[in-house]
């Protein structure tokens, strides 16, 4: 449990506070907030919302420039005054009952699992308990609770993500995914630069470059696909809520 009066900031945290971040006046006194769900998702303190939007960026010499916003759809996380996450960066929803357990995602047939120390190990979408038609993630965590792998799998497409991190921070450095989406088939490395960050010492803005390879499924006349490589850069801001 931590009290929502303080965060825990990390060591090394490159900038100072940020003016993006909004402190919720009115939730002054302490809650019975457990921190095990915003760790999870890479988040310092008591949170209550995340938004983050991304924007293109050009590399001009050695600096990135923002351009416009992305198509990349915007990334909202939720968490509630016990928190439980409520809508992962994930776009998956969590509804609880009045005892904490978890009863419905996108619907009834959703399903959640976590792991003897309480954090979110699967999640699956089901439209209805019928039939399987929808998509599940899975999610494993090295010993200081950061999610190091995510698989997600849907209809005819899946990826399996690395999480990489440095000097115990709780944010990736790098991301290695690899993508299948029917026979197309795509590696992509992330490595990202953080330049801002908030008193609590989440990142509060940072710059990604990646590093794509696309190629397609070998089969009988297709032995040898070629491969097409390309590099992409972003730049993300995210305004966060604290109780």
């Known amino acids: ?17 940020d003016s993006t971040v909004t402190i919720v006046e009115e939730k002054k006194a302490e809650l019975d907030y457990n921190t095990t769900d915003a760790r999870s998702f890479g988040l310092y303190g008591c949170v209550a919302k995340v ?4 924007y293109m960026a050009t590399l001009e010499g050695d600096k990135l420039v923002k351009g416009i916003i992305s ?28 005892d904490g357990k978890f009863i419905k995602g996108r619907s009834k047939a959703s399903q959640m699992n976590r ?12 439209e209805n308990e019928n039939h399987w038609e929808g998509y599940s993630y899975e999610f494993s965590y090295d010993k200081e609770g950061r999610i190091t792998t995510i698989e997600w799998g849907g209809w005819e497409e899946g990826e399996s993500y690395g999480l990489t991190y ?24 992330i490595r990202y630069r953080y330049t801002k960050f908030d008193e609590q010492g989440n990142w509060t803005a940072r710059e990604m470059y990646f590093d794509i390879m696309q190629t397609t499924e070998e089969y009988e006349g297709n032995e040898n696909p070629p491969k097409d490589y390309s590099k992409e850069y972003y730049i993300q801001e995210r305004i966060i809520t604290y109780y």
């Open 166 to 189: 440095q000097d115990g921070k709780l944010y990736p450095s790098s991301v290695h995914i690899d993508g299948l989406a029917c026979a197309d088939i795509y590696k992509t490395d």
């Open 1 to 17: 449990m931590s009290s929502c009066k303080q965060g825990n900031k990390p060591t090394g945290a490159e900038e100072p506070a």
């Open 71 to 98: 198509n990349r759809t915007d990334s909202l996380a939720t968490f509630d005054e016990k928190g439980r996450v409520t809508l992962d960066p994930y776009a998956n929803p969590y509804v609880y009952d009045a």
């Open 115 to 126: 792991d003897k120390d309480g954090r979110v190990i699967s999640y699956t979408n089901r």
């Open 51 to 54: 938004v983050t939007t991304t």
